[in-house]
Every structure is written in C-alpha cells, then in structure tokens.
C-alpha cells in the first residue's frame, strides 16, 4: 500500500539544472531517513545524497556543492535540486525511504521509486 511516486527527471545540456520529486503515500507512521541513489549502465548503484528526517544531509563527494537535498515532511516528500550537471551524472535515479508503518513497530523497511531517468549531453 505504500509507494513512491518519483518525478522530474529528462534531457539536458550540460551546465544545466533539474529538480527531481519523490512523494510518499499510503499508510505510514513515521518516515526515517530518506534518499536518492542513481544507477548507470554498466555500474552499481550509489547513494548520491541522504537526509535525516531532522533535516541533516550528506553527499558522495562527486555531486557535494552541485546538488542539494530537502524535504517536506507534511508532504512526505523529498527533493532533489541538480545544477550543473555533467554527462557522467547520466543515471535512473531512485528515490529510498526508510519507513515505520505503525506505532508500535519497531524495525522499518526501506521503499523505492520507480526510478526517473536523467540524460546529460555535452
């Protein structure tokens, strides 16, 4: 019953920007940490940036100071902000929650998007 609905991703230039979405629904109790990871052809797929749901964030070295994180707790609803993109960001991106279902719960189980695609051309 829970899903992540991701949107945002497309073609552009290198240089250029992209705003990726990702929301939550369904039934859920509390969302812990939340992310994106982005998988190329050929490669494993990495986390690019994390956020607490306290808002504390981190990112792999390779997108530090070009990319930026958030969230909107009341939507349930993480973002990711691309700006200067380059060719070898080319990926799917996948947005992950960690999320609790009930109160009482006491582990969490990590939910996916269904991945957007984001093209970088020079």
């Known amino acids: 019953q829970v899903q992540l609905v991701e949107s945002g991703g497309g073609l552009v230039q290198a240089g250029g920007s992209l705003r990726l979405s990702c929301a939550a629904s369904?039934?859920?109790?509390?969302?812990?940490?939340m992310g994106w990871y982005r998988q190329a052809p050929g490669k494993q797929r990495e986390l690019v940036a994390g956020i607490t749901s306290g808002g504390s964030t981190n990112y792999a070295d390779s997108v530090r100071g070009r990319f930026t994180i958030s969230r909107d707790n009341d939507k349930n609803t993480v973002y990711l902000q691309m700006n200067s993109l380059k060719p070898e960001d080319t990926a799917a991106y996948y947005c992950?929650?960690?999320?609790?279902?009930?109160?009482?719960?006491?582990?969490?189980?990590?939910?996916w998007g269904q991945g957007t695609q984001v093209t970088v051309y020079s």
């Open positions: 992950n929650a960690e999320i609790i279902l009930r109160p009482t719960d006491y582990i969490a189980y990590n939910y």
């Open positions: 369904g039934s859920i109790f509390r969302i812990n940490d």
